[in-house]
């Protein structure tokens, strides 16, 4: 019996003194209740075997969760005009920017910004940039009349 109350005592000094590891080699923390992602990570630290935390995709980073449960989309890219894919899997240029995301901190854009006018789909690796549609430019009319007779 005594046995068990030193390890009792012994768990309780390390979680107070931060000395306890998380099972979760993705995860830090000072206790099994506070074992949260590290930054890079995305998800639930199990603390059992295995991981609940995931790797950010390619080409993104996460900042040390500070929650449980943190989600992929705290996963950001490098790139600034960049966005997670929507199946999570990659970075992709955003609407109205083509090629290929920086895929390491710092550094230029890789995504090259469509022409004043031009759009293109997120996602565009090669310049797919055309002129508004005749619909596009009619609900840019549209939009700019409602601000005016709203201001008025």
């Given at each position: ?45 199990t603390d ?100 005016l007779a709203?201001?008025?």
């Amino acid at each position: 019996m005594r046995i068990q109350y030193l390890l009792i005592a012994l768990a309780i000094t390390a979680s107070v003194y931060g000395q306890f590891t998380c099972s979760d080699a993705h995860a830090s923390g000072s206790s099994a209740a506070t074992c949260y992602c590290m930054a890079g990570y995305y998800g639930t630290s199990t603390d059992a075997s295995g991981s609940g935390c995931a790797a950010c995709p390619p080409g993104s980073n996460s900042q040390a969760a500070t929650a449980t449960g943190t989600l992929v989309s705290s996963c950001t890219c490098y790139d600034s005009n960049a966005q997670l894919k929507s199946d999570n899997s990659a970075c992709q240029c955003m609407a109205n920017f083509y090629g290929t995301p920086n895929s390491t901190s710092g550094g230029t854009s890789g995504c090259t910004a469509c022409s004043n006018g031009q759009t293109a789909p997120a996602g565009s690796s090669t310049n797919v940039c055309a002129a508004a549609t005749t619909s596009t430019k009619i609900l840019s009319l549209i939009a700019l009349f409602l601000l005016l007779a709203i201001l008025i």
